[in-house]
């Protein structure tokens, strides 16, 4: 059962304009999210999160979006770049009190950028 | 500050055989987890460790295993390999404190044949 939902496998993005990667979950128990990029052959690489105490958490180019009665989370990257180009996962954790515990992912969406 | 380090970085195991993954935390870092990859599985969670004790478990058969040492260095094991156990492995170390970032290391793609 996918508690994590990335229903894009694929977005396609012109180099400059904003990429807006979108994630659902079902389980109203995940307080934490955290998107992650992957390259072919590397571990994911850790790039924003969001607490489910704010709705929204900006770091440079990214931006999450959390709307928790919707229980959908979206990472915006404005402006794109050829460099983006990777698989991005969404993941929740659920409060565990003093560990990150597991952490429940999505099944990714394929960003690509051209130039 | 180095990162997350998983040794082997490939593996080819025979079908019945056994196999020992190894995971080196950032330093500092106290809990240890690990995930198995695969096409049609996506990204599945195995265990957490922290303190040398198992925090959390996946559902993963038995064969699976893990262990954490004093110095936090984390070890996995799979015994009675399958053919279906080929998949990327990886391994995260974070913070004891919830709600924080897990770091992953370049994993160890573990092929079965």
């Known amino acids: 059962d996918q508690q994590v939902k990335q229903n894009s496998p694929s977005l396609s993005v012109q180099e400059g304009r904003i990429s807006i990667l979108n994630c659902d979950y079902t389980?109203?128990?995940?307080?934490?999210f955290l998107w992650y990029k992957k390259y072919p052959a590397e571990g994911p690489t850790f790039l924003i999160s969001?607490?489910?105490?704010?709705d929204k958490n900006e770091d440079g180019r990214f931006t999450v979006f959390l709307n928790k009665s919707a229980k959908h989370l979206s990472l915006h990257i404005v402006p794109s770049q050829p460099g983006d180009s990777a698989v991005y996962f969404c993941?929740?954790?659920?409060?565990?009190?003093?560990?990150?515990?597991?952490?429940?992912f999505g099944r990714g969406t394929q960003l690509t950028v051209w130039p | 500050k180095a990162g997350v380090t998983q040794t082997p970085r490939y593996l080819i195991k025979t079908r019945g055989q056994q196999v020992t993954l190894s995971c080196s935390p950032i330093?500092?870092?106290?809990?240890v987890s690990w995930y198995q990859q695969t096409p049609g599985q996506g990204l599945q969670f195995l265990f957490e460790?922290?303190?040398?004790?198992?925090?959390n478990k996946g559902n993963f058969p038995g064969r699976f295993s893990g262990r954490q040492f004093s110095n936090s260095r984390s070890e996995m094991n799979v015994s009675t390999l399958e053919l279906g156990d080929s998949a990327l492995y990886l391994c995260a170390s974070s913070h004891y404190t919830a709600n924080t970032e897990a770091f992953f290391g370049q994993g160890t793609r573990l092929t079965v044949v």
């Open positions: 993941a929740a954790s659920e409060d565990r009190g003093s560990t990150l515990g597991r952490l429940y």
């Open positions: 460790y922290f303190s040398e004790t198992q925090r």
């Open positions: 389980n109203s128990m995940f307080d934490y």
């Open positions: 969001i607490s489910s105490i704010k």
């Open positions: 330093s500092g870092h106290r809990s």
